[in-house]
C-alpha cells in the first residue's frame, strides 16, 4: 500500500474508528512486529520462543494504533515500533525468567570491572577480566554472552524514551517542566554521553550503527570486516562498560 493510501486508511480511522478499518490497519502494519520480535530473539536465545515475542509484540501494535495521531507529521512505523518493543519487554519482565546463577554471572563481572579499574586506573582487557575471573578467555565470552540478555532493554529504552517526549510533548509543555525534572534530564544526558566516551573505538562504532544507524549485528560485521560473534562481544561490553559507567542512571541499561 502507498503513502497516499495509507494516509487515506488513518483519516477514515480518524474519523470512523471502524472496526474494520483498524483491522486493515493491523494487517498493513503487522510486519513490523516481525521485525522488532526478530530484533529481540538475538539477545534472548532459546529462553523464549519467537512467536511469543511475536505475539506480545500485536498488543504494542494494537495500542500505537489506538494512540496515534497522523496529523503530527510523525512517522507511524517508528512510532509503532517504540509500542510494540515496549509492550514485548514488559511482557518479558513479568515472567522473571532469568535465572538466579546469570544474574550471579553479571554481578561477578561488574565486581571484576571495578577491581580492575581502580588497580590498573584503566579498564581490564578481556584477558585480565578473564584471569580476574579465574577463567580462561573462551568461558569470559561465553559469560558475556549469556549475560547480554540482562542489558537487552540497554540504549534503546533511553532513546526511545526521549523520543516518546518529543512526540507526546509540545513545545509548551517542555517549557513547563519542572526544574528538577530538567535537571535530571540533564544530568542523564551528561552521564550518557560520558558512558559512550568510555568506549573503545570499535565498541563507539558498533554503539552508533546498531542504536542510531539500525544496522543488523550481521551488517555491522560485514562493514567492519570483523566475525558476527566478534560484534556481538564488543555490543555486550560496550553495553556493561556503559553501564557501570552510569551510576544512578544504571537502571536504562538493565531488565
Known sequence: MDDVNKNNL?????????????????????????????????????????EDLVGYGVFGLIDAIDK??????????????LRIRGSIIDQIRKMDWIPRSLRQKQKK???AFYTLENKLGRQGTDEEMAEALELSVDQYHDWLGKTKMLNMVSLDEFIEQGYESNITSSKKDLH???????????ELQKALKESIEGLTEKEKKV???????????????YILEVSESRISQLHTKALQKMRLKLGEFSDIIML
Open 10 to 50: 488513518w483519516e477514515l480511522y480518524k474519523k470512523t474508528k471502524s472496526k474494520e478499518i483498524k483491522d486493515q490497519l493491523i494487517i498493513e502494519y503487522a510486519p513490523l512486529i516481525k521485525f522488532v520480535a526478530g530484533r529481540l530473539s538475538m539477545y534472548l536465545g532459546n529462553n523464549v520462543e519467537y
Open 68 to 81: 496515534f495521531d497522523y496529523l503530527k507529521g510523525v512517522k507511524f512505523e517508528t512510532y509503532a515500533s
Open 109 to 111: 563481572i561488574d565486581e
Open 176 to 186: 513547563y517542566d519542572q526544574p528538577d525534572k530538567i535537571i535530571q534530564k540533564e
Open 207 to 221: 554503539v552508533v550503527l546498531y542504536y542510531f544507524e539500525e544496522l543488523t549485528l550481521k551488517e555491522i560485521s
